[in-house]
């Protein structure tokens, strides 16, 4: 079964700076689709970027990027140039392909934006 | 181009009565998503729903809780007889096909539905 693992509950940044969220994954399987989402004290869930396992590339969207070390499962969310609006839980999730299009969540991580 | 539409955002009820959460998917998706997340936790998979099919209900509890994806209009997660341990945000996702691998990325939430009940 898979598993995500994010061992940051909380993490501070000041305006402007970049930030890394960590994400490490475990799955025996070679295809699969790993996302981060955004959720803000409004309790929406954001779609912020996916790398999927056979993505050469680190995805990027705009500010966000997605470090992708494959050998070591790890999938990490950088947030250059941080913004006040930045401050939510963040969640790493990995769907297996042809596992039934599930996702599995791990456990988030709290960023607070400092000025 | 409208993203994935749930409602109610907030119900309430007591314990013993019946909740229903509609989600719309994405214009195009034609895979739907129940996901739970429990105060202070991540989202949790519920039920994976095609068109008239359930694919995966492995997350759902056995009794209670039934989801269904109809031929015409919404999704349907329709919880029975509630109790306080159903309090929690119930959040629809849709994609346009499979997803991972060399498949999709594409896969959105709606705004969650925030159930209570007292």
């Known amino acids: 079964a898979q598993k995500i693992t994010q061992t940051q509950p909380g993490m501070f940044v000041q305006e402007k700076e970049a930030v890394t969220l960590d994400c490490t994954y475990d799955?025996?399987?070679?295809?699969?689709?790993l996302f981060w989402y955004k959720q803000p004290s409004s309790g929406e869930m954001i779609f912020l970027i996916y790398?999927?396992?056979?993505?050469?590339q680190n995805a990027t969207e705009g500010r966000y990027s997605l470090n992708f070390q494959k050998a070591r499962k790890s999938a990490n969310l950088v947030i250059s140039a941080s913004q006040l609006g930045d401050s939510a839980m963040y969640f790493c999730?990995?769907?297996?392909?042809?596992?039934?299009?599930?996702?599995?969540f791990g456990t988030g991580t709290q960023l607070k934006v400092e000025l | 181009n409208a993203g994935v539409m749930q409602n109610p955002r907030h119900l309430v009820r007591r314990r013993g009565q019946e909740a229903r959460l509609r989600c719309s998917p994405m214009?195009?998706?034609?895979?739907v998503y129940w996901y739970r997340q429990l105060p202070e936790e991540g989202l949790k998979f519920m039920v994976y729903?095609?068109?008239?099919?359930?694919?995966?209900e492995s997350g759902m509890p056995k009794e209670r809780f039934s989801a269904e994806f109809p031929k015409e209009g919404p999704s349907i997660l329709r919880i029975q007889q509630v109790v306080r341990g159903d309090s929690a945000a119930y959040f629809c996702?849709?994609?346009?096909?499979?997803?991972?691998?060399?498949?999709?990325?594409?896969?959105?939430f709606g705004e969650g539905s925030r159930l209570t009940v007292l």
């Open positions: 996702a849709s994609s346009p096909t499979f997803v991972g691998g060399k498949d999709t990325g594409e896969l959105f």
């Open positions: 799955t025996s399987d070679p295809s699969y689709g």
């Open positions: 790398q999927g396992s056979y993505d050469q």
């Open positions: 999730a990995m769907v297996l392909t042809g596992g039934g299009n599930k996702l599995t």
């Open positions: 214009k195009g998706h034609s895979h």
């Open positions: 729903l095609q068109k008239e099919n359930i694919i995966d």
